[in-house]
């Protein structure tokens, strides 16, 4: 069999283990999403080996979209990291046997405690599942390696099941993605969400303007002295009336060195593109690279009585991440 051959039938064999949970979601899911609606505490994920990791992942996700969640490791349980659970927290544990002696070891001191427990199993009739307040159904019938051995298929279905999981709980808190960028201020999902166009444009003394009776020569030597390869042309109450590029420059240069002395208005591009401070960052690069018939380079920034406060590059984008 080819690499190819083999690669596809992982993920067909990975796909199929997936797709299988959904005719296995009943009243038991339900009851996991309930408790934790209900819950005043924070949702504690444990497993050992690749389930840890699995645990490990969807704690994250929890964590970032609503949820305040974090992994404890079981080994490290038992040796006193129980003391970050409480009775008021839900814990679930990964486990595909249901019988991972770590997870085990910890339950007594769990019932203790008194936090919910939600397994997530392969086998609902293990140890684990019969002490558990709620059993997620995890099986898989094989894995996806030519031994059936390693943990392939089952983690890739433990993995989306708690993936659900997680999202049921978002929905069901009104999580917005206003919370989600607080959440990921850092990363280019934060700055497509909160970024705005205020954040980058050029302003002030930085923004390139021209008055609409200026020659295409003052503005060519505003244009330089900016450094953004355009101006904005205003009328006398400040409003925007035009814009000059310095692509309109080189094709003005083309007709002859007197080009410099004409009027703005014959070679300005009249109602350009514009977008308002408050738009988002991540709107005015869809703009300029959406533009037709080819993508654009900058906006001028406009207030709402359509007065010229700024400038946007395209390149101040990229530089702050927005992609």
Known sequence: MSVIETASRVLRDEAAAVESLVNKLDGQFEKAVRMIDKSKGR???????????????VAATMASTGTPAFFLHPAEGIHGDLGMVTSEDVVIAYSNSGETMEILNILPSLKRIGPKLIAVVGK????????????????????????GLAPTSSTTAALALGDALAVCLMENRHFTADKFAIFHPGGSLGKKLLMTVEMVMHKGEDNPVVQEKASVKD???????????????????GSLIGLMTDGDVRRGLERGTDFLT???????????????????AAEALHIMENHKPHPITVLPVVDENGRATGMVHITDLMKQGVV
């Open 124 to 147: 609902t009739n293990s140890t684990l599942a019969k002490n558990a307040d709620a059993v997620l159904d995890a099986g898989v019938e094989k894995e996806a390696d030519s031994l």
């Open 43 to 57: 949702v504690v994920l444990t497993g050992m080996g690749k389930s840890g990791h699995i645990a490990r992942k």
């Open 262 to 280: 004409v009027h703005l208005s014959d070679v300005m591009t009249q109602e350009p593109i514009v977008i308002t401070s408050g738009r988002l």
């Open 219 to 237: 503005a060519l030597f505003v244009m330089t002295s900016k450094g953004l390869g355009a101006v904005s042309v205003i009328n006398a109450e």
